[in-house]
């Protein structure tokens, strides 16, 4: 009488390896979530930074050309006080000049205003201060 034995399935030992493998491969993209989260904060970031700007130079563009004084319109201080607040992290600076039709800054009118408003905050990834500037031209005809 012969006694058949079934050799189908796995081993202990080739379940172990297979459920090895896939622990490593687990843990492997585990480790890719907190970087892109990172990734993710430092573009809404940027967003941020750009409407920051880009606000401010709408709100200097409503204003007539004779009422846009010169010079540092905002010194670097920051959008918020309240650390509740998303715009906290985020400082602007805006400044105001005149150019010449070669766009070479001058110390005189000439019909023409440059409006520079440059946004900094902390980099999400880095640590190291960033900064978003955006500039525009104002014309007096």
Known sequence: ???????Q????????LAIAVLLIGILTMVQF??????IITESQDVSIATTAALTKIEELLATTYDDLDTGTI???QKLS????NFLFPFSRQTVVTY?????NEVGTD????KITVSVYWRSAITGAEQERTISTLRASY
Not at 33 to 38: G, T, W
């Open 110 to 113: 000439q019909g023409l205003k």
């Open 1 to 7: 009488m012969s006694i058949s034995m079934n050799k």
């Open 99 to 103: 150019l010449d039709d070669n766009l």
């Open 81 to 84: 006080n309240d650390p509740g």
């Open 9 to 16: 399935g796995f081993t202990l030992i080739e379940a172990t």
């Open 74 to 76: 905002e010194s670097k």
């Open 33 to 38: 979530f907190p970087f892109s989260l990172s």
